[in-house]
């Protein structure tokens, strides 16, 4: 009797951990910038699989970089998924909070990222200002002189 007990407690403590470790999240945060692709993918298990291009400049030198963030959305998760979508559509710049799980498990998509919500930033109408360029001068040929 109490091998069974030890065995059944054995098996919940594992159980547990394999719980935690499959649903519960190592930590979260936001990233923001433009979405470059979204599909579905999954031969058994379907989730969305997306690329976000986050650029910035470098420091020191003053150029450019860009990089890209992969991250996964559950299929449940069709709020997020339509926002994406429009984002898509229109060009609009995201912002996405995440959870980083502890593992890329088969069941939960290609990445340890999950997109939990997606807000839309919204396009800014910049006003270019109008500068003036003066007229080139001209000057007359002078066709008197000889070569």
């Known amino acids: 009797m109490r091998k069974w007990l030890f065995l059944i407690i054995f098996l919940l403590i594992v159980g547990g951990i ?4 499959s649903f519960g ?3 979260e945060g ?3 910038g433009s979405l470059v692709k979204l599909s579905r993918r999954g031969y058994v298990f379907k ?7 986050v650029g910035g400049m470098s420091d020191g030198t003053g150029t450019f970089n860009s990089t890209t963030w ?10 997020a ?3 994406l979508n429009l984002s898509q559509k229109t060009g609009q710049r995201v912002s996405l909070h995440y959870e980083e799980k502890f593992f890329q498990l088969p069941w939960n998509g290609d990445t340890k990222y999950f997109v939990v919500s997606v807000e839309l930033i919204p396009l800014q109408n910049y006003q270019r200002p109008v500068v003036p360029v003066p007229a080139p001068q001209t000057t007359p040929a002078d066709t008197g002189k000889a070569l």
């Open 18 to 21: 394999l719980y935690y470790v």
């Open 70 to 79: 992969d991250f996964s959305v559950h299929d449940s998760n069709k709020q």
């Open 81 to 83: 998924i339509e926002a």
């Open 47 to 53: 989730t969305h699989e997306g690329q976000l291009m």
């Open 25 to 27: 999240s190592f930590s």
């Open 30 to 32: 936001t990233r923001v």
